[in-house]
Structure formats: C-alpha cells, structure tokens
C-alpha cells in the first residue's frame, strides 16, 4: 500500500478531516523496513497488533507513533506534532468543541507521565502513564 492509499482510505474514514500528517506519521510506523510501501507482512502485522487485546503491544505501536526521530523518547514537541494531527483528522467529530488546547493537553500528558521529571517521555513511562491514566491514554492511542 501506498501512502496516497493510506491517506485515502483515512480520507473515507475522515471525510471533512485534515489526514495527511497523520497519515506521514502512521505510515513511516506501518512502513517497518523503510521500502516507501506497506507490503503485506506490514500491514497484516499492524492490524495484528491494532485488533488485539494485548495492551502492550498497542501501547508499543502508539509509543512509535509519538517517537518521530526514533530516539527511545518522545518530546514535548513531538507531542504537539502528533497530537495537532490528530486533532486536524477528527477536527468535525462531535468530541471537537470539548478538546482543550494541544499545548494544555501535552502539559497534562508531561505532568501525568514524565514520572522522572526530566523533560521526555522513556518508553516504561509511557506505558506505565497509559495504564495509570486510561482516560488520557483513549484520547491520545487512535487504535
């Protein structure tokens, strides 16, 4: 699969949304071995992990989509990114006008799950924030 087909399955999905930086992102996730496609090992792995009941897994997957540069941690910047393109593909939901700022909703994240204070988000640190916060964790996993 391409990322046009991706960005248009999403589009169907997403009509009056903004889906392409999501899109760049889940694909760059989806897309393991850097080929520029989705074969089918890939993508039958991430529904694999999407459809499964293992928390873990999904949690590890979301934990990828949060860490752009691949460092082992996640910024608050990188927050802000995935976050606001979350926020443009669901941008006509019904939820829309509830959603607090992005930068209050990175903070409350960075309050709730740098348990060490130290400015990013460790992948134990962010499973174990997801755990400890369900509701957080719903607005934040998109599977």
Do not use: W
């Given at each position: 699969m391409?990322?046009?087909k991706l960005t248009q399955f999403y589009q169907s999905l997403y009509p009056n949304g903004k889906c392409e930086?999501?899109?760049?992102r889940i694909f760059k996730v989806y897309d393991t071995d850097g080929?520029?496609?989705i074969d089918f090992v890939e993508y039958m792995l991430?529904?694999?992990?999407?459809?499964?009941?293992?928390?873990?897994?999904?949690?590890?997957?979301?934990?990828?989509?949060?860490d752009k540069d691949n460092s082992g941690t996640i910024e608050r910047q990188e927050l802000v990114e995935v976050i606001q393109s979350i926020y443009d593909l669901t941008i006509h939901e019904k939820d829309f006008?509830?959603?607090?700022?992005?930068?209050?909703?990175?903070?409350?994240?960075?309050e709730k799950f740098d348990?060490?204070?130290?400015?990013?988000?460790?992948?134990e640190e962010f499973l174990?924030?997801?755990?400890?916060?369900?509701?957080?964790?719903e607005l934040i996993i998109p599977y």
């Open positions: 391409s990322k046009y930086k999501f899109c760049k080929s520029g496609k991430s529904i694999s992990i999407t459809a499964s009941n293992d928390m873990k897994q999904k949690l590890s997957l979301a934990f990828k989509l949060f006008k509830r959603r607090i700022d992005v930068n209050e909703f990175v903070d409350e994240i960075m348990s060490d204070k130290n400015g990013h988000i460790e992948t174990n924030g997801c755990i400890e916060n369900p509701s957080l964790a």
